[in-house]
T-cell receptor
Framework: EDQVTQSPEALRLQEGESSSLNCSYT??????LFWYRQDPGKGPEFLFT???AGEEKEKERLKATLTKKESFLHITAPKPEDSATYLC??????????????FGKGTHLIIQP | DAGVIQSPRHEVTEMGQEVTLRCKPI?????LFWYRQTMMRGLELLIY????????DSGMPEDRFSAKMPNASFSTLKIQPSEPRDSAVYFC???????????FGEGSWLTVV
């Protein structure tokens, strides 16, 4: 069974204080690892997809990296508007089972001014 | 471009009543997913359709839950009879093809009292 574990569950940072969020996964062959951002009262908003170990993607203050067992979402010099819950999800390589994503429970990030 | 559209956004109903949630996927997308989100369990995949055909409904919690996709632009998730433990946010999502990015709607907030 595919599993995704995110840590920490919650993180409070000062504006400008860089940090990283972790996503550990167990999947029977990884097709893709996805990062989403979810604001209160909204649906998850797509950020990145990573497909193979060593791959990196960047968007503004966010950078996602991938190894064979985990992914990191690095946040550089965050601003209060980066406050949100960040969700990690995986989809397996093989067909037959669900093609939907298996999600972690998320990291609730608060950036204080 | 219109995203995934869900209705109603909020519903409060009494235990035992029938609840129908509706979804219009992004035009041209051929896979549709229904997810449920709670604080305790996070985001869980309930069912997904490919080309209007249900492929995997192993996440549907009980026979009280049913989903249909009569055409490429419309899907429903029905709960009959509803129970207080069904209170959650229900998300619909769609994707162009297997393995691609999955886009979420804004969710339907269901409260069963």
């Amino acid at each position: 069974e595919d599993q995704v574990t995110q840590s920490p569950e919650a993180l409070r940072l000062q504006e400008g204080e860089s940090s990283s969020l972790n996503c550990s996964y167990t999947v029977s062959g990884l097709r893709g690892l996805f990062w989403y951002r979810q604001d209160p009262g909204k649906g998850p908003e797509f950020l990145f997809t990573l497909y193979s170990a060593g791959e990196e993607k960047e968007k503004e203050r966010l950078k996602a990296t991938l190894t064979k067992k985990e992914s990191f979402l690095h946040i550089t010099a965050p601003k209060p508007e980066d406050s949100a819950t960040y969700l990690c999800a995986v989809t397996p390589q093989s067909g037959g089972g669900a093609d939907g994503l298996t999600f972690g429970k998320g990291t609730h990030l608060i950036i204080q001014p | 471009d219109a995203g995934v559209i869900q209705s109603p956004r909020h519903e409060v109903t009494e235990m035992g009543q029938e609840v129908t949630l509706r979804c219009k996927p992004i035009s041209g997308h051929n896979s549709l997913f229904w997810y449920r989100q709670t604080m305790m369990r996070g985001l869980e995949l309930l069912i997904y359709f490919n080309n209007n055909v249900p492929i995997d409904d192993s996440g549907m919690p009980e026979d009280r839950f049913s989903a249909k996709m009569p055409n490429a632009s419309f899907s429903t998730l029905k709960i009959q009879p509803s129970e207080p433990r069904d209170s959650a946010v229900y998300f619909c999502a769609s994707t162009l093809q297997r393995g691609n990015t999955i886009y979420f709607g804004e969710g339907s907030w269901l409260t069963v009292v």
